[in-house]
T-cell receptor, first 114, second 109 residues
Framework: DVKVTQSSRYLVKRTGEKVFLECVQD?????MFWYRQDPGLGLRLIYF???????EKGDIPEGYSVSREKKERFSLILESASTNQTSMYLC?????????????FGPGTRLTVL | GQNIDQPTEMTATEGAIVQINCTYQ??????LFWYQQHAGEAPTFLSY??LDGLEEKGRFSSFLSRSKGYSYLLLKELQMKDSASYLC??????????WGAGTKLIIKP
């Protein structure tokens, strides 16, 4: 079974803090994604990566950056957290063998910015 | 613009059948996904349709009509554990997923 893990289930930070969210997958997947999920809205793509050291902006990259130094690990960074970044953050991975391959999700990190 | 529409909430009875509809507008089309998400948990893959018709997988079936921009997820013999949100997502010409807001399904005994 594919396993995607995220470093924290719940996180509370203060405005202006730098925040790191870590995601690790154990299936040698090429593709990794970061989404945020807010009530009443669909998942929104923040950034994705098709290979080590590669990153692409999604629909809402502002205020975020990412890092993929190793194939299995994809980090989301909030340079200076703001209250409007309070959300559920979901990481996903897919094999990359086909364009339409299934995305597998981690359990999510619920971030609260005070 | 790109858009996925699905009902916000539905209620059904244990043992019954429920159909969750989804309409989509995407720039190009490379398939339609359904995911299940229990409260506080990760979305998990249920089905993928790219051709018209019905795909059956146990108690769950998914239907697609490309000409109508329409899909539905059919759940039979409902069980209490089926209480969850069901997310519809269309894949556009860039192979990016466009997500609906999800349908919260409440199952009553």
């Amino acid at each position: 079974d594919v396993k995607v893990t995220q470093s924290s289930r719940y996180l509370v930070k203060r405005t202006g803090e730098k925040v790191f969210l870590e995601c690790v997958q154990d299936m040698d997947h090429e593709n990794m994604f970061w989404y945020r999920q807010d009530p009443g809205l669909g998942l929104r793509l923040i950034y994705f990566s098709y290979d080590v050291k590669m990153k692409e902006k999604g629909d809402i990259p502002e205020g975020y950056s990412v890092s993929r130094e190793k194939k299995e690990r994809f980090s989301l960074i909030l340079e200076s957290a703001s209250t409007n970044q309070t959300s559920m953050y979901l990481c996903a991975s897919s094999s990359g063998q086909g364009h339409t391959d299934t995305q597998y999700f981690g359990p999510g990190t619920r971030l609260t910015v005070l | 613009g790109q858009n996925i529409d699905q009902p916000t909430e539905m209620t059904a009875t244990e043992g019954a059948i429920v159909q969750i509809n989804c309409t989509y507008q995407t720039s190009g089309f490379n398939g339609l996904f359904w995911y299940q998400q229990h409260a506080g948990e990760a979305p998990t893959f249920l089905s993928y349709n790219v051709l018209d018709g019905l795909e059956e997988k146990g108690r769950f079936s998914s239907f697609l009509s490309r000409s109508k921009g329409y899909s539905y997820l059919l759940l039979k013999e409902l069980q209490m554990k089926d209480s969850a949100s069901y997310l519809c997502a269309g894949m556009d010409s860039n192979y990016q997923l466009i997500w609906g807001a999800g349908t919260k399904l409440i199952i009553k005994p």
